[in-house]
Protein backbone atom coordinates (compact mmCIF):
# COMPACT_ATOMS: atom_id res chain seq x y z
CA UNK A 1 0.00 0.00 0.00
CA UNK A 2 1.24 3.50 -1.31
CA UNK A 3 1.09 6.57 0.80
CA UNK A 4 -1.15 8.45 -1.82
CA UNK A 5 -3.44 5.31 -0.90
CA UNK A 6 -2.89 5.03 3.15
CA UNK A 7 -6.92 5.64 4.74
CA UNK A 8 -6.06 8.13 7.18
CA UNK A 9 -9.35 8.40 8.56
CA UNK A 10 -10.06 5.05 9.02
CA UNK A 11 -6.85 4.59 10.58
CA UNK A 12 -7.36 7.19 13.07
CA UNK A 13 -11.07 6.00 13.86
CA UNK A 14 -8.96 2.42 14.40
CA UNK A 15 -6.21 3.84 16.48
CA UNK A 16 -9.22 5.91 18.85
CA UNK A 17 -11.37 2.57 19.38
CA UNK A 18 -8.41 0.68 20.50
CA UNK A 19 -7.14 3.43 22.86
CA UNK A 20 -10.17 4.41 23.82
CA UNK A 21 -11.78 0.32 24.01
CA UNK A 22 -15.34 1.56 22.39
CA UNK A 23 -16.53 2.74 18.71
CA UNK A 24 -18.87 5.38 20.73
CA UNK A 25 -15.77 6.53 23.05
CA UNK A 26 -13.79 6.75 19.69
CA UNK A 27 -16.93 8.82 18.19
CA UNK A 28 -17.15 11.08 20.74
CA UNK A 29 -13.55 11.77 20.53
CA UNK A 30 -13.58 12.49 16.57
CA UNK A 31 -17.27 14.10 16.04
CA UNK A 32 -18.61 11.80 14.29
CA UNK A 33 -21.16 9.02 14.86
CA UNK A 34 -20.49 5.49 16.25
CA UNK A 35 -21.88 4.22 13.18
CA UNK A 36 -19.58 6.18 11.10
CA UNK A 37 -16.28 4.85 13.30
CA UNK A 38 -18.08 1.52 12.49
CA UNK A 39 -18.39 1.66 8.80
CA UNK A 40 -14.74 3.03 8.70
CA UNK A 41 -13.18 0.25 10.68
CA UNK A 42 -14.98 -2.09 8.95
CA UNK A 43 -13.78 -0.93 5.37
CA UNK A 44 -9.93 -0.87 6.85
CA UNK A 45 -10.73 -4.78 7.99
CA UNK A 46 -11.89 -5.51 4.13
CA UNK A 47 -8.96 -3.52 2.71
CA UNK A 48 -6.30 -5.28 5.20
CA UNK A 49 -8.24 -8.45 4.83
CA UNK A 50 -7.93 -9.17 8.67
CA UNK A 51 -10.18 -8.64 11.48
CA UNK A 52 -9.13 -5.87 14.02
CA UNK A 53 -11.45 -6.22 16.75
CA UNK A 54 -13.42 -9.08 17.96
CA UNK A 55 -16.94 -7.14 18.56
CA UNK A 56 -18.50 -7.96 22.51
CA UNK A 57 -21.87 -6.64 24.12
CA UNK A 58 -20.21 -2.25 24.67
CA UNK A 59 -17.00 -2.80 23.98
CA UNK A 60 -14.37 -3.82 21.54
CA UNK A 61 -11.53 -6.12 21.90
CA UNK A 62 -8.19 -5.79 19.79
CA UNK A 63 -7.43 -9.24 17.81
CA UNK A 64 -3.41 -10.26 17.78
CA UNK A 65 -3.55 -8.33 14.40
CA UNK A 66 -5.06 -5.05 15.68
CA UNK A 67 -2.72 -5.62 19.09
CA UNK A 68 0.30 -5.34 16.75
CA UNK A 69 -0.75 -2.34 14.63
CA UNK A 70 -2.56 -0.15 17.66
CA UNK A 71 1.10 1.10 19.20
CA UNK A 72 2.20 1.79 15.70
CA UNK A 73 -0.62 4.08 15.06
CA UNK A 74 -0.86 5.46 18.56
CA UNK A 75 2.61 6.23 18.80
CA UNK A 76 2.68 8.15 14.78
CA UNK A 77 -0.22 10.10 15.96
CA UNK A 78 1.10 11.50 18.91
CA UNK A 79 4.61 12.20 17.22
CA UNK A 80 2.40 14.08 14.54
CA UNK A 81 0.94 16.03 17.19
CA UNK A 82 3.90 17.32 19.15
CA UNK A 83 5.66 18.05 15.77
CA UNK A 84 2.56 19.93 14.33
CA UNK A 85 2.34 21.63 17.91
CA UNK A 86 6.02 22.88 17.92
CA UNK A 87 5.80 24.09 14.33
CA UNK A 88 3.36 26.43 15.31
CA UNK A 89 4.52 27.92 17.90
CA UNK A 90 5.98 31.46 17.55
CA UNK A 91 9.94 32.24 18.17
CA UNK A 92 10.58 28.87 18.80
CA UNK A 93 8.51 28.60 22.04
CA UNK A 94 6.37 26.02 23.24
CA UNK A 95 3.47 25.10 25.61
CA UNK A 96 3.55 22.29 27.75
CA UNK A 97 0.46 21.65 29.26
CA UNK A 98 -0.15 20.87 33.05
CA UNK A 99 -3.06 19.26 34.80
CA UNK A 100 -3.94 18.40 38.19
CA UNK A 101 -6.45 18.87 40.71
CA UNK A 102 -7.78 22.55 41.57
CA UNK A 103 -6.24 22.48 44.98
CA UNK A 104 -2.68 21.09 43.95
CA UNK A 105 -2.44 23.85 40.80
CA UNK A 106 -3.39 26.49 43.08
CA UNK A 107 -1.42 25.51 46.59
CA UNK A 108 1.48 23.82 44.62
CA UNK A 109 1.98 24.62 41.05
CA UNK A 110 1.05 28.45 40.83
CA UNK A 111 3.40 29.88 43.72
CA UNK A 112 6.14 27.70 41.49
CA UNK A 113 5.71 29.20 38.22
CA UNK A 114 7.76 32.22 38.06
CA UNK A 115 11.28 29.96 39.15
CA UNK A 116 10.70 27.86 36.55
CA UNK A 117 10.18 30.31 33.95
CA UNK A 118 13.49 31.75 35.12
CA UNK A 119 15.14 28.21 34.50
CA UNK A 120 12.94 27.23 30.91
CA UNK A 121 12.55 30.44 29.08
CA UNK A 122 12.07 29.18 25.86
CA UNK A 123 8.60 26.64 27.52
CA UNK A 124 5.36 28.10 28.38
CA UNK A 125 3.39 26.16 31.09
CA UNK A 126 -0.15 26.56 31.15
CA UNK A 127 -2.26 24.56 33.84
CA UNK A 128 -5.32 22.84 33.24
CA UNK A 129 -7.01 22.65 37.06
CA UNK A 130 -10.19 19.77 37.05
CA UNK A 131 -10.71 17.20 39.94
CA UNK A 132 -12.41 14.91 37.09
CA UNK A 133 -9.58 12.43 36.28
CA UNK A 134 -10.04 12.98 32.28
CA UNK A 135 -7.99 10.36 30.09
CA UNK A 136 -4.74 12.32 28.74
CA UNK A 137 -6.13 11.02 25.25
CA UNK A 138 -9.21 13.35 25.42
CA UNK A 139 -7.34 16.00 26.27
CA UNK A 140 -4.91 18.47 25.63
CA UNK A 141 -2.97 17.67 28.41
CA UNK A 142 0.68 16.72 28.14
CA UNK A 143 1.45 16.03 31.89
CA UNK A 144 -1.16 14.64 34.38
CA UNK A 145 -0.03 15.16 38.58
CA UNK A 146 -2.58 12.47 39.87
CA UNK A 147 -3.45 11.78 43.39
CA UNK A 148 -4.69 8.34 43.94
CA UNK A 149 -3.56 4.89 43.41
CA UNK A 150 -1.49 4.53 40.41
CA UNK A 151 -4.00 2.64 38.76
CA UNK A 152 -4.14 4.78 35.34
CA UNK A 153 -3.92 1.92 32.72
CA UNK A 154 -2.52 2.99 28.89
CA UNK A 155 -0.18 6.00 30.44
CA UNK A 156 3.10 5.88 31.96
CA UNK A 157 2.85 6.61 35.77
CA UNK A 158 5.65 7.84 38.23
CA UNK A 159 4.99 7.78 41.76
CA UNK A 160 5.99 11.35 43.47
CA UNK A 161 4.64 11.49 47.02
CA UNK A 162 3.40 10.10 49.20
CA UNK A 163 0.92 12.28 51.11
CA UNK A 164 0.23 12.70 54.98
CA UNK A 165 -2.59 14.84 56.53
CA UNK A 166 -2.37 16.12 59.84
CA UNK A 167 -4.70 18.24 62.43
CA UNK A 168 -3.67 21.97 62.12
CA UNK A 169 -4.51 25.17 63.05
CA UNK A 170 -3.63 28.81 63.58
CA UNK A 171 -1.13 29.03 66.63
CA UNK A 172 -3.41 31.68 68.22
CA UNK A 173 -5.72 29.10 68.99
CA UNK A 174 -3.22 28.21 71.76
CA UNK A 175 -4.55 24.39 70.67
CA UNK A 176 -1.80 21.20 72.26
CA UNK A 177 -3.77 18.49 73.02
CA UNK A 178 -6.26 16.28 70.82
CA UNK A 179 -9.03 16.55 73.63
CA UNK A 180 -10.01 20.13 71.95
CA UNK A 181 -11.89 18.71 69.54
CA UNK A 182 -14.84 18.53 71.91
CA UNK A 183 -14.72 21.66 71.84
CA UNK A 184 -13.46 23.25 68.79
CA UNK A 185 -15.15 23.84 65.22
CA UNK A 186 -13.18 21.54 62.99
CA UNK A 187 -13.14 22.29 59.27
CA UNK A 188 -13.49 19.61 56.50
CA UNK A 189 -14.30 19.38 52.88
CA UNK A 190 -15.86 17.07 50.79
CA UNK A 191 -13.79 14.58 48.81
CA UNK A 192 -14.40 14.20 45.30
CA UNK A 193 -14.51 10.88 44.73
CA UNK A 194 -15.43 8.46 48.35
CA UNK A 195 -12.83 5.93 48.93
CA UNK A 196 -11.84 4.31 52.54
CA UNK A 197 -8.29 6.23 52.22
CA UNK A 198 -9.44 9.42 52.30
CA UNK A 199 -8.49 11.03 55.59
CA UNK A 200 -11.44 11.95 57.43
CA UNK A 201 -12.23 13.00 60.90
CA UNK A 202 -13.78 9.60 60.99
CA UNK A 203 -10.48 7.84 60.49
CA UNK A 204 -8.30 10.19 62.19
CA UNK A 205 -10.63 9.66 65.62
CA UNK A 206 -10.45 5.57 64.97
CA UNK A 207 -6.56 6.12 64.48
CA UNK A 208 -6.30 8.51 67.75
CA UNK A 209 -8.62 6.75 70.10
CA UNK A 210 -9.87 10.35 70.59
CA UNK A 211 -13.99 10.72 70.26
CA UNK A 212 -15.48 12.97 68.24
CA UNK A 213 -18.55 13.92 70.65
CA UNK A 214 -21.85 14.20 67.74
CA UNK A 215 -22.20 17.90 69.21
CA UNK A 216 -19.24 18.71 67.67
CA UNK A 217 -19.17 22.14 65.01
CA UNK A 218 -18.01 21.36 62.03
CA UNK A 219 -17.58 23.66 59.06
CA UNK A 220 -17.39 22.14 55.27
CA UNK A 221 -16.42 23.34 52.18
CA UNK A 222 -16.82 21.89 48.73
CA UNK A 223 -13.36 23.07 47.81
CA UNK A 224 -10.13 22.10 49.90
CA UNK A 225 -8.28 25.16 49.16
CA UNK A 226 -11.15 27.08 50.88
CA UNK A 227 -10.42 24.79 53.89
CA UNK A 228 -6.90 25.76 54.33
CA UNK A 229 -8.28 29.48 54.18
CA UNK A 230 -10.47 29.07 56.76
CA UNK A 231 -8.16 26.78 58.98
CA UNK A 232 -5.34 29.98 58.38
CA UNK A 233 -8.32 32.27 59.37
CA UNK A 234 -8.47 30.87 62.94
CA UNK A 235 -11.89 29.24 62.24
CA UNK A 236 -11.20 25.76 63.64
CA UNK A 237 -8.92 22.89 63.30
CA UNK A 238 -8.09 21.14 59.94
CA UNK A 239 -7.14 18.07 58.90
CA UNK A 240 -4.82 18.92 55.96
CA UNK A 241 -2.57 17.77 53.59
CA UNK A 242 0.83 18.47 54.90
CA UNK A 243 2.19 19.00 51.22
CA UNK A 244 -0.61 21.83 50.26
CA UNK A 245 0.12 23.57 53.55
CA UNK A 246 3.62 23.11 53.53
CA UNK A 247 4.30 27.27 53.34
CA UNK A 248 2.03 28.10 56.09
CA UNK A 249 3.73 25.56 58.57
CA UNK A 250 7.05 27.16 57.53
CA UNK A 251 6.29 30.24 57.74
CA UNK A 252 3.69 29.44 61.61
CA UNK A 253 0.86 30.75 60.18
CA UNK A 254 -0.37 27.36 60.41
CA UNK A 255 0.64 24.33 63.41
CA UNK A 256 0.43 21.08 63.66
CA UNK A 257 -1.77 21.08 67.00
CA UNK A 258 -1.52 17.31 67.59
CA UNK A 259 -1.32 14.01 66.16
CA UNK A 260 -1.43 11.52 64.78
CA UNK A 261 -0.42 12.13 61.29
CA UNK A 262 -2.84 10.00 58.47
CA UNK A 263 -1.07 8.93 55.32
CA UNK A 264 -3.34 9.30 52.49
CA UNK A 265 -3.31 8.98 48.66
CA UNK A 266 0.04 9.21 46.60
CA UNK A 267 0.85 11.68 43.67
CA UNK A 268 1.98 10.69 40.69
CA UNK A 269 3.41 11.96 37.15
CA UNK A 270 1.28 10.66 34.49
CA UNK A 271 2.36 10.68 31.01
CA UNK A 272 0.74 9.72 27.63
CA UNK A 273 3.18 6.99 26.11
CA UNK A 274 5.80 8.40 24.22
CA UNK A 275 5.02 11.46 25.73
CA UNK A 276 8.89 12.09 26.86
CA UNK A 277 10.23 12.30 23.22
CA UNK A 278 8.90 15.90 23.18
CA UNK A 279 12.21 17.60 25.18
CA UNK A 280 9.96 20.47 26.66
CA UNK A 281 7.50 17.44 28.33
CA UNK A 282 10.78 15.46 29.48
CA UNK A 283 12.14 19.04 30.74
CA UNK A 284 8.94 20.20 32.27
CA UNK A 285 8.41 16.47 34.05
CA UNK A 286 12.32 16.49 35.57
CA UNK A 287 11.32 19.76 37.10
CA UNK A 288 8.36 18.70 38.82
CA UNK A 289 10.35 15.81 39.86
CA UNK A 290 13.23 17.59 41.42
CA UNK A 291 10.42 20.07 43.22
CA UNK A 292 9.38 16.86 44.83
CA UNK A 293 12.68 15.49 45.86
CA UNK A 294 13.86 18.75 47.12
CA UNK A 295 10.69 20.03 48.93
CA UNK A 296 9.61 18.03 51.58
CA UNK A 297 6.43 18.67 52.91
CA UNK A 298 7.72 19.40 56.24
CA UNK A 299 10.33 22.25 55.72
CA UNK A 300 7.96 23.75 52.68
Same mark, same amino acid.
Given at each position: ???????????????? %???????????????????????????????????????????????????????????????????????????????????????????????????????????????? %???????????????????????????????????????????????????????????????????????????????????????????????????????????????????????????? %?????????????????????????????? %??????????????????
Amino acid at each position: MTRRRLPLSALRAFEA %AARIGSFKGAAEELGVTPTAISHQIRDLEAELGIALFTRQVRKVVLTDAGLQLFPVLRNGFDAFQDAIERAAKPGGRTVVTIGATNAFTARWLVPRLAAFSKLERSIDLQLA %ASDDVVPLARSEVDIAIRYGQGDYPGHVVERLWQDEFSPVCNPLLEIDSAEAVATTPLIDFKWKRATPRNPTWERWSKASGVAIPDDTPFLRFSDETHAIQAAVAGQGIGLLSTLLVAPELASG %ALVECFGPRMPAHDYFLVTRPRAMDNPAVG %AVASWIKAQFATSPPSDG
